[in-house]
């Protein structure tokens, strides 16, 4: 992938038709364009809430007015030759656009529907709006993260949106394009937000099955209740993630402390844990974030800095991995995961909103007069803010 990433990589040749939105949709467009697939994003005409960022890297776009008759029969158009159509907007709007399951099965029988939802197609909040801190709060997510007797902390937008969402998506395209090559037949993905989070709560709910979960917050494993797992702030405010669960780790841990392994007492005595948490908390204050990365660099003690995201992508563990390419005034996270086939990207074209039409339009069978015929009635937008 040494200059145009969406042309080498396993998903080459599986054409997509994006039905522009932001957030989860977008991101699964990006993650299967980042893998070779040829992304199509059906803009509106118009402004955008999000311009045009990162995750239209290697898409093309075209912008249809799909209020018109005419720019729903060239959607329809892309669809007879696509291999996928994605779509996030509110359950039975594409239904009212003309551009439904059925109505895009019936042309393209082997088309995959993937659509993303928050509260899914059938239910009795799928007509609600929603945001991820709505979604992971109806899951048990959002209760679970912060300190206990405070309000939970929103976790950005990864868990709901791109965890749940974006990830279970991809998924199930994936999931559906490979029963395809067996029995010819499309399928309709229903990705719901909450029904992705859910199933990342699995762990949890292992968890509480063998009776070592609470639904307190600040009582569990993974949640800040032990002292051997959370954030101690430096002496430079700055802060020090410690992950050291298994024994071996917490040993290797305490021999670089100043800490008396007597004084501190067993791992595992939750009666101790305030002392413990307050003891760390001192060591921890007198040396800086980087003093103590280099204390802890190259052992098994699981100690490492809390980076803000730049920082992440100038330190040497990600810059050695190749994490992150600078392409002009855009950070990108590398392609992930990574194949073995497929060489590690160097650079990303962003689509141009409405920047491709001729191409796209040329390319799904449509002559000079056609396009100029749709281009007349107002379908096709060429604009290229």
């Given at each position: 992938?040494?200059?145009s990433p969406a042309k080498s990589g396993p998903l080459s040749g599986i054409k997509i038709v994006e039905l522009a939105g932001i957030g989860p949709g977008p991101y699964a467009g990006q993650l299967l364009a980042d893998m070779g697939a040829d992304v199509i994003v059906i803009d509106r005409p118009g402004g955008s809430i999000v311009p045009k960022a990162i995750d239209a890297r290697g898409k093309k776009s075209i912008i249809l007015d799909l209020k018109k008759p005419e720019?729903?029969?060239?959607?329809?158009?892309?669809?007879?030759s696509a291999d996928v159509l994605i779509e996030g907007l509110r359950p039975g709007v594409t239904e009212r656009m003309g551009v439904a399951p059925d109505v895009c099965h019936a042309i393209n029988p082997r088309l995959i529907y993937g659509r993303m939802?928050?509260?899914?197609?059938?239910?009795?909040?799928?007509?609600?709006?929603?945001?991820?801190?709505?979604?992971?709060?109806?899951t048990g997510v959002l209760n679970a993260i912060g300190k206990h007797g405070q309000p939970p902390v929103p976790p950005l937008n990864m868990i709901g949106d791109f965890g749940g969402g974006s990830m279970f998506l991809v998924n199930g395209i994936?999931?559906?394009?490979?029963?395809?090559?067996?029995?010819?037949?499309?399928n309709i993905v229903d990705a719901a937000i909450v029904d992705g989070t859910n199933s990342l709560m699995s762990f949890v709910h292992g968890m509480t099955g063998l009776g070592q979960w609470r639904t307190q917050r600040e009582a569990n494993l993974l949640d800040g209740a032990m002292p051997f797992y959370r954030c101690y702030m430096t002496s430079d405010g700055?802060?020090?993630?410690?992950?050291?669960?298994?024994?071996?780790?917490?040993?290797?841990?305490?021999?670089?402390?100043?800490?008396d392994k007597d004084v501190y007492g067993d791992q595992h005595d939750r009666s101790a844990w305030?002392?413990?948490?307050?003891l760390l908390e001192d060591v921890f204050a007198t040396k800086t974030r980087d003093e103590w990365e280099a204390i802890f660099a190259g052992t098994d003690a699981c100690v490492t800095p809390v980076l803000d995201y730049v920082e992440a992508a100038s330190h040497p563990a990600n810059a050695a991995r190749q994490a992150f390419v600078q392409d002009g005034h855009w950070l990108h996270p590398q392609v992930a995961p990574r194949l073995a086939t497929q060489p590690l990207a160097t650079h990303f074209d962003i689509a141009?909103?409405?920047?491709?039409?001729?191409?796209?339009?040329?390319e799904a069978g449509l002559g000079e007069q056609e396009i100029s015929q749709l281009i007349a009635a107002g379908a096709v937008v060429t604009n290229k803010d």
């Amino acid at each position: 992938m040494t200059d145009s990433p969406a042309k080498s990589g396993p998903l080459s040749g599986i054409k997509i038709v994006e039905l522009a939105g932001i957030g989860p949709g977008p991101y699964a467009g990006q993650l299967l364009a980042d893998m070779g697939a040829d992304v199509i994003v059906i803009d509106r005409p118009g402004g955008s809430i999000v311009p045009k960022a990162i995750d239209a890297r290697g898409k093309k776009s075209i912008i249809l007015d799909l209020k018109k008759p005419e720019a729903v029969a060239a959607l329809l158009k892309l669809v007879e030759s696509a291999d996928v159509l994605i779509e996030g907007l509110r359950p039975g709007v594409t239904e009212r656009m003309g551009v439904a399951p059925d109505v895009c099965h019936a042309i393209n029988p082997r088309l995959i529907y993937g659509r993303m939802t928050g509260w899914g197609q059938k239910g009795p909040w799928n007509q609600m709006a929603g945001h991820d801190i709505n979604y992971i709060g109806m899951t048990g997510v959002l209760n679970a993260i912060g300190k206990h007797g405070q309000p939970p902390v929103p976790p950005l937008n990864m868990i709901g949106d791109f965890g749940g969402g974006s990830m279970f998506l991809v998924n199930g395209i994936l999931a559906a394009l490979v029963e395809r090559a067996r029995t010819g037949k499309g399928n309709i993905v229903d990705a719901a937000i909450v029904d992705g989070t859910n199933s990342l709560m699995s762990f949890v709910h292992g968890m509480t099955g063998l009776g070592q979960w609470r639904t307190q917050r600040e009582a569990n494993l993974l949640d800040g209740a032990m002292p051997f797992y959370r954030c101690y702030m430096t002496s430079d405010g700055k802060f020090t993630a410690v992950g050291c669960i298994e024994p071996q780790f917490f040993a290797a841990m305490m021999e670089r402390l100043p800490v008396d392994k007597d004084v501190y007492g067993d791992q595992h005595d939750r009666s101790a844990w305030a002392k413990q948490h307050e003891l760390l908390e001192d060591v921890f204050a007198t040396k800086t974030r980087d003093e103590w990365e280099a204390i802890f660099a190259g052992t098994d003690a699981c100690v490492t800095p809390v980076l803000d995201y730049v920082e992440a992508a100038s330190h040497p563990a990600n810059a050695a991995r190749q994490a992150f390419v600078q392409d002009g005034h855009w950070l990108h996270p590398q392609v992930a995961p990574r194949l073995a086939t497929q060489p590690l990207a160097t650079h990303f074209d962003i689509a141009t909103k409405g920047g491709d039409y001729a191409d796209i339009l040329t390319e799904a069978g449509l002559g000079e007069q056609e396009i100029s015929q749709l281009i007349a009635a107002g379908a096709v937008v060429t604009n290229k803010d």
